[in-house]
């Protein structure tokens, strides 16, 4: 995807981890100025927000910069957060306690935003905590999410072609009726996803089912 004249993949989705980024940040910023003002009794939506706008104003600083550098070296890496890091401390330092602390504070904000970045790759917590909802069946997997939407009938039979299975409704919306063959594969997806889910919790396929049957009515 061309990013206005550049062809660079690497801008894919920009607007959203600008966007993304930003609105933690100001959640994040609220809620810690919340819990800090109640704990120093001062008004609270104040000092929230006033919170909220700081985080809001670095971590879309660093942000902005950290795609500008995206956009000029068409790469992601983390080269792109020390160069950001370096630029958003300097200024928001060099502002508040005037030039000769942009230096000190370029060096150490560019070191831990590349560490930070190194860190995040190797960890990857956004996906240790998609896991851990997988694994406590709080979330279906990734593969099960991204399944096509099902939009089948039992009026047909037979195989269904692309020409009659989707119409102007299925282009509109997104949908379209599945083959037998791709119902059926679904099917045993799910299937072989319910009995990971039982041998996780101990239980052999179908016993649950015998075990809630032979339970005694109360």
Known sequence: MSWGRSNCAAMEGWQSRLQAKTLTAGVVGAFTGAVLSVLQQKPIFKHSFGTAASCMVCVGGFA????????LRCEDSAANSIVAGAATGALLLGLQRGKSASLPAAIVCGGAAGIGHLLYDA?????MFQNW????????????RQQPMIQRTERHPEPLSA???????G?????????NA?????????????DQRLAKAGLAPGERMIQQRSRPNS
């Open 64 to 71: 902005a910069s950290q795609e500008t550098s995206r956009l």
């Open 123 to 127: 960890m990857q917590p956004v996906q």
């Open 133 to 144: 909802l997988v694994d406590n069946d709080l979330m279906d997997s990734p593969g099960m």
């Open 163 to 169: 020409e009659s299975s989707e119409g102007t409704w």
């Open 171 to 179: 282009h509109a919306f997104g949908v379209r009726h599945l083959s």
């Open 182 to 194: 791709e119902w059926e594969e679904h099917q045993r997806r799910r299937k072989a996803e319910f």
